[in-house]
């Protein structure tokens, strides 16, 4: 069986903290099986079928910058992430979440296009995700 086409790294902090990971572990049950099901789908397809409603690439001052859409215990959850450090890889940055079409935080662009550059520059800022060590 072939290697799925992407594989997930998530960012790390100076810390040393997988900021993903705490995320995830914070959440519900219903918004970690929603979040492992858009992750696993879009592992599997190539490029062009990153779409809505699964996810999104963003335009203007988040250009390069994608979000993993889906609705779990009510709110939409909006974890954003870009294509990179390796051509094969989609790194999930930060958990925003969207509310009446805005992102929250309001700067959660902002702060993903900083961590961005973090693991762009030195990719000990970003890790394997923890959620397909078994593959």
Do not use: H
Request: charged share 30%; glycine share 8%.
């Amino acid at each position: 069986m072939a290697p799925p086409p992407w594989r997930f790294r998530c960012y790390v902090s100076e810390g040393g903290t997988d900021e993903i990971r705490t995320w995830y572990d914070a959440q519900s049950k219903r918004i970690q099986q929603k979040f492992l099901s858009r992750v696993m789908a879009l592992r599997g397809l190539p490029p062009e079928e990153w779409t809505t409603p699964l996810f999104r690439w963003l335009r203007g001052e988040g250009q390069g910058i994608g979000e993993v859409r889906f609705k779990a215990d009510g709110v939409q959850q909006r974890p954003l992430g870009f294509r990179g450090p390796e051509p094969d890889v989609f790194t999930l940055l930060f958990p925003a979440l969207e509310k009446n079409d805005r992102f929250l935080p309001r700067n959660a662009i902002e702060i993903a296009l900083q961590l961005r550059a973090q693991v762009e520059t030195d990719k000990r800022f970003c890790n394997e995700c923890w959620l397909f060590r078994d593959t």
